[in-house]
């Protein structure tokens, strides 16, 4: 096996849930130039980074791409609500709307000034013609007869209104020093008050986190794969279903579409929930149900692009399950593998086959007796379900506690019991394999699903009735051109 020169080397940390989220319920702000800004705390309150309690502030974790290829920016921010209880906040925009009040006055006199301006440009002609006769009937008061007197008397009557256009004047010149004024002041006050807050307007903010949450989607579909090198603490979601049970968004469709799905339950189950967002997930509100043509087994379901691949209650049948219209697409057997608990991981429960995907596509995790019980991975095509190809891991399925896949490397676990650590790693593009040690807290020690999004980059758990999430710390390698 060759090994390409590695020019440069960076690790990306992944917090991609936060920023799928971030258009909807983040209500806190970050800087856009690589800053860090922590806050005291052990890693565990990563949690508050999704779903803070009213007391506490938000940990936003992001990241936008370096000269260097590194997806790099940690934030730490206050909610909003904290925000709006802060009276120098109130204070500071209360200054700001007034500022722009006064801006809004400066433009009308501005408006105003400009009008009576062009009144005395037109009326310029008008004064020239009077100041001749005048000057005139003051050379020669005889040459000045009844009607020549009456068409400066006119001409006078017309330039009267030209006295209130200059009294205004002198008043609109009085306000505008008043306001210029009271505009220096308020720059001052505002000046003072940011620089002790050290913060800014709450919209600006916003709009500034939503800068950085496309900047973060654009570095990451930049880096594309990398290798696992670590595990986040877990961020519990939910508490909610039976102690066995899936739950998962869709791993290839538009970050736009935030629908998460939930399904209670490793047997002949047929209920699926579909919540609008995981806002709505976490409060148990906003959601359709799907019943299924046929039961499950297992728990490793998946969601793809609008579909859920899940395994038919005892049988090695694929059944491909589309949403919009409620209807099988397709549904196939998978040859020669196991079911109804013949090789299931080490905590039973049917899971038999176990499908997933990642950024290489869509996979069948499963064994055969041919295979003597180790783990077998097929890559299937999607819209027909057939096997494109096959892998022997050598790893035996009954001595894991869970997989998932990442780029198309195989990641097992060697528990689903507390103490649990990601073991074995197989990689496809290589057919090869190695031993790993990469520890994770199992905060509720029985996992019974472990499955990696490719579109959020975190790993979706079923933990004893508990919904975690846990974010992935991949090695990402960037090759130049010639490598």
């Known amino acids: 096996m060759s090994v390409p020169m590695l020019k440069i080397g960076a690790v990306l940390s992944t917090m991609a849930m936060v920023t799928n989220w971030m258009s909807q319920t983040l209500p ?19 949690v508050s980074a999704l779903y803070p309690s009213p007391e506490e502030g938000w940990q936003i ?67 020239k013609v009077v100041d001749g006769k ?10 000045l007869n009844p009607k020549g007197f009456q068409e400066i008397k006119d001409k006078v009557s017309q330039l009267l209104p030209l006295l209130p256009v200059l009294d205004q004047y002198k008043m609109d010149a009085k306000m505008i020093l008043h306001l210029r ?18 913060a800014y307007d709450y919209e600006e903010l916003r709009q500034r986190v939503l800068l950085l949450e496309t900047r973060l989607h654009s570095c990451m579909q930049k880096l594309g794969c990398g290798k696992l090198t670590g595990v986040s603490n877990p961020i519990t979601v939910r508490a909610s279903g039976s102690r066995f049970g899936s739950w998962m968004t869709d791993t290839m469709i538009p970050s736009s579409d935030n629908r998460v799905w939930s399904m209670d339950g490793y047997y002949k189950g047929r209920r699926v929930l579909e919540y609008r967002t995981m806002n709505d997930f976490m409060k148990g509100q906003n959601f359709v149900q799907h019943l299924l043509p046929h039961p499950w087994a297992g728990t490793g379901h998946v969601v793809y692009n609008g579909s859920l691949y ?31 608990n013949t090789f299931p991981y080490s905590w039973g429960g049917s899971s038999d086959i176990d499908l997933m995907a990642d950024e290489n596509g869509l996979w069948a995790v499963y064994t055969t007796i041919p295979n003597a019980g180790n783990i077998v991975i097929s890559r299937l095509e999607p819209m027909s379900l057939e096997v494109l190809q096959t892998w022997d891991t050598g790893f035996p399925k009954r001595s ?10 195989l990641y097992v676990t060697n528990s689903h019991l507390a103490g649990a650590k990601i073991y074995f790693a197989y990689y496809t593009n290589t057919s090869s394999y190695e031993y790993t040690d ?17 579109r959020e980059r975190v790993l979706y758990t079923w933990n004893n009735g508990h919904q975690v999430l846990y974010n992935v710390t991949l090695f990402q390698v960037i090759k130049t051109s010639g490598d």
Not at 190 to 196: G, S, Y
């Open 310 to 340: 899940y395994n038919k209650y005892q049988s090695n049948i694929i059944i491909k399950y589309h949403f919009r219209s409620r209807s099988v697409l397709v549904q196939r057997s998978l040859s020669g593998a196991g079911y109804n």
């Open 61 to 127: 974790y992001s990241s936008a791409q370096d000269a260097d290829g590194k997806c790099i920016c940690t934030v730490v921010a206050p909610a909003q609500n904290m925000c709006n209880r802060d009276p120098r906040s109130r204070q500071l925009r209360q200054l700001m709307e007034k500022v722009q009040n006064i801006s809004q006055s400066m433009e009308v006199l501005d408006l105003r000034t400009y009008r009576d301006l062009q009144y005395v440009r037109n009326t310029e002609s008008l004064m």
């Open 28 to 46: 806190s702000l970050v800087g856009l130039n690589g800053t860090t800004i922590s806050r005291g705390g052990t890693s565990e309150r990563i």
């Open 438 to 454: 990469i520890p994770f807290h199992n905060q509720y020690s029985h996992i019974s699903m472990m499955d990696y999004n490719p």
């Open 400 to 409: 894991a506690g869970e997989s998932f896949m990442i780029c198309g490397t």
């Open 134 to 143: 005048l000057k005139v009937a003051s050379d020669n008061p005889r040459s």
């Open 181 to 198: 004024e009271e505009v220096r002041n308020l720059s001052l006050v505002l000046m003072a008050i940011q620089e002790e807050m050290g």
